[in-house]
């Protein structure tokens, strides 16, 4: 997995939130490394840091200390090359721009011409289902639907990297896995790297190839954990033991972790 | 009209059942609101018994209204004042509308600016216009200004307030993430003022619109009823108040025509609104 050179490498990075009277360490020491191509999620509870550190890596925010490489580059400079999508846990889509447009926004924004926008728009809309939908506003759709256009405006200017930040977190139950397999779909065909931060374990077993268990106080990484369920999963990859198996290892990380602490 | 007859088909579950004709029942609204008013009106007038030159009865208003004079009946004459008065509010719109936008842009942008000048603009506002407007009106006449200027330059004293407060506002309005996106995208300052806090700002501008469409009518009144004007309903105002205990209806004939003006303006833009804001939700 690590022979090449990682796509993302985060070394001994932390991050302190305040000043020298009242701080709050975010994230400690924190060391990862993604191979091109994984699909790897951030578990853990609220306050953990598992989106500062994706926060960091996107260069939405700075490190107080060690350092970060995206593709190659330190953060800002991965950001001012366009190497990554970012998806909110809100669709953040713009009122007043239908879904194509809203899916064109990056292209707009990055001086793509203007003959390529449609087509690449088309394509995008179509891998996640939009495509009836393109001349509507985001108040026309549900919250499943506004999360896929974003998605979609994410992927449009075929970043590496897809960054994405408890982007089902607001989603039903049902909603939310139909969700997971597109993403997963999605992942197959385009063969981006996908971090992705979410709270719910059993999503994060299902969807990734690695799982990253974090812990609060301050924000760490407690282990790594390999998911050998193999691709492509399906419904039935739910209901099997191994998937129950892994649950439970990550759960009981996180258990100890607090055990541990108290 | 029509406006209305689709705003009710969309919304008019509450209609089922009903054997009235529909334009009947989409008109019996404003039926009752008149009905009522006038009952009010006529009520007062006969249990307080006020005199006509106090309130005169309705039916005098509707009678000063059609009252021949030498240049047409009266609503036609009132009419073209109060055209004449629509277009200085018109200049006076545009002018105030325009300035407030460009200060509003001017505040968001440069931090500084807004903490020094914003003050000043809210003091604009608590001057009584009613004292200044003379002086507007008699200065710029002096200068040699078209009469119509200075009834203009007093519209946009009101309208860009309104316009610089609520636009400013529009353009803060935008939410963390959204900007966040830009910066993901490494957008430039210009690119997210264009495609992020320009747009976001639209909604909160028509709002401000709308109030300043009939405050730029007001401010257009009031720079008319200094002496000297001759022109525009606010001078037909003055008139019909100094002819008052002869002529009770013709006072308020000059009111409802100026009221009809303001609801006026306020309806183009409101219907501006609906054709240029379509991606908010139908409420």
């Known amino acids: 997995m690590a022979e090449s050179t990682p796509i993302i490498a985060v070394d001994k990075v932390s991050k302190i939130y305040g000043n020298a009277n009242a701080s709050t360490v975010a994230l400690k020491d924190v060391s990862l490394s993604i191979a091109k191509g994984e699909f790897v999620s951030l578990v853990g509870p609220s306050g953990c840091g598992k989106s500062t550190l994706l926060r960091l890596i996107a260069d939405l925010d700075k490190a107080t200390q060690g350092t970060l490489l995206v593709n190659g580059h330190a953060p800002d400079v991965a950001r001012k090359n366009r190497e990554y999508g970012f998806v909110f846990q809100a669709p953040t889509l713009y009122d007043w721009r239908t879904v194509e447009r809203n899916a064109e926004l990056p292209l707009e924004v990055m001086g793509r011409a203007k003959a390529d926008w449609k087509p690449r728009v088309d394509k995008m809309l179509a891998m996640v289902g939009l495509r009836d939908f393109h001349d509507h506003y985001p108040w026309q759709l549900s919250g499943g639907m506004q999360q896929r256009a974003s998605i979609a405006r994410a992927l449009s200017f075929d970043p590496a990297i897809l960054l994405m930040d408890e982007p089902f977190g607001a989603l039903d139950e049902f909603t939310r896995e139909r969700m997971n397999m597109e993403l997963l779909d999605i992942w197959q065909t385009t063969h981006k790297t996908i971090l992705f931060v979410t709270h719910s374990i059993s999503e994060a077993v299902f969807l990734s190839s690695r799982i990253v268990v974090m812990t609060p106080r301050p924000g760490r990484i407690a282990t790594v954990v390999d998911i050998d369920l193999p691709y492509p999963r399906t419904f039935e990859t739910r209901e099997s033991p191994r998937f129950f198996e892994l649950m439970t290892v990550v759960r009981e990380t996180l258990k100890e972790e607090f055990v541990g602490h108290e | ?283």
């Open chain 2, 1 to 283: 009209m029509t406006n209305s007859v689709t705003l009710n088909e969309s919304t008019g579950a509450d209609r089922q059942g009903r054997s009235m004709p529909r334009w009947l029942w989409l008109l019996s609204g404003y039926l009752i609101a008149f009905v009522l008013v006038a009952l009010i009106w006529e009520g007062s007038k006969a249990i307080f018994e006020i005199p006509d030159y106090k309130l005169p009865h309705l039916a005098q208003i509707a009678e000063a209204f059609v009252r021949p004079t030498p240049k047409g009946p009266v609503w036609l004459v009132l009419l073209q004042d109060a055209a004449y008065t629509a277009f200085e509010a018109l200049v006076g719109f545009t002018l105030g509308s325009v300035t407030g936008f460009a200060i509003a842009v001017l505040f968001q942008r440069y931090l500084p600016l807004r903490r020094g000048f914003l003050p000043y603009v809210i003091a604009s506002q608590t001057v009584p216009i009613i004292a200044i407007a003379p002086m507007i009106v008699v200065g710029m006449g002096r200068l040699g200004a078209p009469p119509w200027l200075s009834k203009s330059i007093i519209a946009a004293y009101l309208t860009f307030f309104p316009v610089v407060i609520n636009v400013l506002r529009g353009l803060e309005s935008v939410d963390r993430d959204a900007l966040l996106l830009m910066r993901s995208y490494a957008a430039t300052d210009n690119q997210i003022f264009r495609l992020l806090r320009l747009p976001a700002s639209v909604p909160y501008l028509f709002t401000a619109l709308k109030i300043s469409a009939t405050a730029s009518i007001i401010g257009a009144i009031i720079g008319e009823l200094p002496v000297g004007s001759t022109r525009g309903i606010g001078v037909q105002i003055v008139v019909g108040s100094q002819y008052n205990t002869f002529n009770p209806g013709f006072l308020w004939a000059t009111i409802i025509m100026a009221a009809l003006l303001g609801m006026a303006a306020y309806a183009l833009v409101a219907l501006a609104e609906k054709r240029i804001v379509k991606w908010k939700r139908e409420e």
